[in-house]
């Protein structure tokens, strides 16, 4: 057979295979598709209507996202809709009826318990799917396609994932706002008549304004309290109240809370403000709260635990750091106890990597980790609470002899801090408190904090155990005596 035959049957099989493959391919194709309910672009679905036998629910897409358009106009939750439309989109048929009775109430699609309508956005409008009664056996759902007689089955989570009320489909935030745009903070407590508390945010960070003026606040609080704003989320709304705001415990509020944003280097956007008011109990024993914000009539409610988040004192937002250096500039640390145990701390190489050495020697291995970690606790030390501002008589804090002083030094002997520790005792409880050496705030301080630093030049050495030696006595004792 010559070399040009065999390349013409090589290319006539080549074209048949293909042929075979499009041809199965297709077919595949056709029969995956006929599996699935209706076959569209997701992305393309610009309008929604969902109609159940005593309400309506309509939605529509714009370059912002999903809205509510009826029965209320409202923001929607852009997830869970583009997870409604997908569901329509994924449903699959599971089987076709082959000989369907001509009544439909035997299948519930005579009054659907729901119908769907997607729109695309060249107006285009896909079949109307009717969602009829569940089969008797096999967990799924009659429905139909409009025009058409065929009574087709898909499994029961497509009737529940096109069951939706308002609220579920509805944007939960109660607050919009980007943290990074908020310039101010004030909370109040209206119905105590108390001063606001004002936090401002500054070059150097946030400060208190009110009702203390030019102390830092921690910025993990604030953040933690910002957080909580733009995190909150709504159970459950109530439109056009028809109760009095006093009813619900907005007017006066629990508490209030407004934001002022910057916009362009400039505090000019309108402000937020959210008031929290009385709370509510569920059927399932849960409690709610009731918020408002300023600029909206409809009622949100949040779970309790909101005021507890908010409901922020001037003491809450303060920086608790004890003493304030940077760790690096660290060139030797002093550390005296009432019990006589004190020892000293020295770099030797403060520039790179940290090499700490202890004066007192000891039998074994120095822990370098170890020293390296009591100065990283000394730097970030920080109280839990503020006990005392401006304090006459520290004695009641144990900080008239403490148990613990501490002081930083740099490479030329400048004192960067002093810290002193203090303990008492009442009713059995131990309290310890923190102090800097010049400041004027007494720190609370937690029992695991003071762990860290109550330290003696032996919790810096791995020394020999004692029953390490007794092993090695018992290892060269004659036989009969270890018997």
Wanted: proline share 4%.
């Amino acid at each position: 057979m010559s070399a040009r035959r065999t390349l013409l049957m090589l290319a006539v099989l080549l074209g048949l295979g293909g042929y075979i493959y499009f041809i199965d391919l297709d077919r595949q194709r056709t029969a995956e598709d006929a599996k699935t309910l209706l076959q569209f672009d997701s992305d393309a679905v610009t309008r929604v209507a969902l109609v159940y036998p005593d309400r309506e629910l309509h939605l529509a897409k714009d370059d912002g996202g999903w809205n509510i358009t009826a029965p209320l106009q409202a923001r929607a939750d852009t997830s869970a809709v583009d997870n409604l439309v997908n569901a329509v989109n994924q449903a699959e048929v599971s089987r076709t009826l082959d000989d369907p009775q001509p009544d439909l109430t035997l299948y519930g699609l005579d009054s659907p318990v729901a119908t769907v309508r997607l729109t695309l956005e060249d107006g285009t409008q896909l079949p109307l799917i009717r969602i009829g009664k569940d089969t008797p056996v096999g967990y799924s759902v009659y429905v139909q396609r409009a025009a058409e007689d065929a009574i087709l089955l898909t499994p029961q989570a497509f009737r529940l994932g096109m069951t939706k009320q308002t609220k579920d489909l509805r944007d939960k935030a109660v607050l919009v706002f980007q943290k990074e745009r908020v310039s101010q903070i004030e909370v109040q407590r209206p119905a105590e008549a108390e001063t606001p508390v004002v936090l401002r945010k500054a070059e150097n960070g946030w400060t208190l304004d009110q009702p203390i003026r030019d102390r830092l606040a921690d910025e993990a609080s604030v953040n933690t309290f910002l957080s909580s704003l733009s995190g909150m989320r709504a159970q459950d709304f109530i439109e056009q109240p028809v109760l009095e705001l006093e009813e619900f415990g907005l007017d006066p509020p629990q508490l209030a809370v407004k934001l002022t944003l910057n916009e362009n280097g400039a505090d000019t956007a309108p402000a937020l403000r959210l008031l929290v008011g009385r709370e509510k109990s569920t059927d399932q024993g849960t409690r709610q709260r009731h918020v408002k914000r300023g600029d909206a009539e409809t009622l949100y409610l949040v779970g309790d635990w909101v005021f507890g988040d908010l409901n922020k004192t001037a003491h809450d937002f303060r920086d608790k750091t004890v003493a304030r250096f940077t760790k690096e500039a660290v060139a030797r640390v002093e550390v005296k106890r009432q019990d006589g145990e004190g020892f000293l701390l020295t770099c030797s190489d403060c520039d790179g990597e940290a090499n700490w050495q202890i004066n007192a020697r000891l039998e074994g291995e120095m822990k370098q980790n170890a020293l390296d970690q009591f100065v990283t606790d000394l730097h970030g030390l920080k109280g839990f609470e503020i006990v005392a501002d401006q304090p006459q008589d520290v004695s009641g804090y144990g900080l008239d002899e403490p148990l613990v002083t501490i002081r930083a030094y740099n490479a030329a002997e400048d004192k960067l801090a002093g810290l002193l520790i203090g303990q008492t005792t009442q009713d059995d409880a131990t309290r310890v408190f923190a102090m800097a050496e010049e400041g004027q705030t007494v720190f609370g301080l937690r029992d695991y904090v003071f762990e860290r630093l109550d330290k003696k030049p032996a919790d810096f050495w791995d020394t020999p155990a004692e029953e390490d030696g007794q092993a090695a006595e018992a290892e060269a004792a004659p036989e009969e005596e270890r018997l």
